[in-house]
């Protein structure tokens, strides 16, 4: 398998403009998860859904974040519209299960916003 | 709530040296506890986990970590450091939540 796969990569854009962050989970996993990694606050979990649908999402910073996971096998993670406080790195996860299942990592989006 | 403290921000040690990596959490009830590691420009990778039974744990590239619930530790540990473990090392607890709680992280830097 080739992993948690996102794109782009690397994002660069202005303040106020839209910006999307895309995930592909491992295939047959059940969980997704978002987070967000600062120097300031460290590894923060945003969302994490289950079977496509949101189950917790009281780490999204305010409503200009929104998630969606439209089927098993892709998500988004939106910013619209982009601040420069929101400059970070965005990782996308996915595991079997929760609790002691293992999270598997994708190599994370750094978003900055100028 | 549960919480991590990883108190130990920066780490320099010499190739072959052993490490211990600190890793101190807070939850009401027996904690998942995960150690991840991240080299730059990586996603996590995870090194070992604990949740219940034997309280030495045993990874991957040579790491093994310690439960112990009377200091609330779990401290990872490797008797001989090679180079290419210089990275970012992450500890991490969940629990009934099923979400996971990361400390801020421990550097490790390696000397030749």
């Known amino acids: 398998d080739a992993g948690v796969i996102q794109s782009p990569r690397h994002e660069v854009t202005e303040m106020g403009q839209e910006v999307t962050l895309r995930c592909k989970p491992i295939?047959?996993?059940?969980?997704l998860f978002w987070y967000r990694q600062t120097m300031m606050r460290g590894l923060e979990l945003l969302i994490y859904f289950n079977n496509n649908v949101p189950i917790d999402d009281s780490g999204m910073p305010e409503d200009r974040f929104s998630a969606k996971m439209p089927n098993a096998s892709f998500s988004t993670l939106k910013i619209q519209p982009s601040e420069p406080r929101d400059s970070a790195v965005y990782f996308c996860?996915?595991?079997?299960?929760?609790?002691?299942?293992?999270?598997?990592f994708g190599p994370g989006t750094r978003l900055t916003v100028l | 709530a549960q919480s991590v403290t990883q108190p130990d921000i920066h780490i320099t040690v010499s190739e072959g040296a052993s490490l211990e990596l600190r890793c101190n959490y807070s939850?009401?009830?027996?904690?998942?506890l995960f150690w991840y590691v991240q080299s730059p420009g990586q996603g996590l990778q995870l090194l070992l986990k604990y949740f219940s039974g034997d309280t030495l744990v045993q990874g991957i590239k040579g790491f093994e970590a310690e439960f112990k619930r009377s200091q609330s530790s779990f401290n990872l540990r490797k008797p001989s450091v090679h180079w290419s473990d210089a990275a970012e090392y992450f500890c991490?607890?969940?629990?009934?939540?099923?979400?996971?709680?990361f400390g801020q992280g421990t550097t490790l830097q390696v000397k030749p």
């Open positions: 991490a607890v969940g629990g009934n939540t099923g979400k996971l709680i």
């Open positions: 939850y009401g009830a027996t904690p998942y």
């Open positions: 996860a996915s595991s079997l299960g929760l609790y002691t299942d293992t999270q598997y």
């Open positions: 295939s047959g996993h059940d969980y």
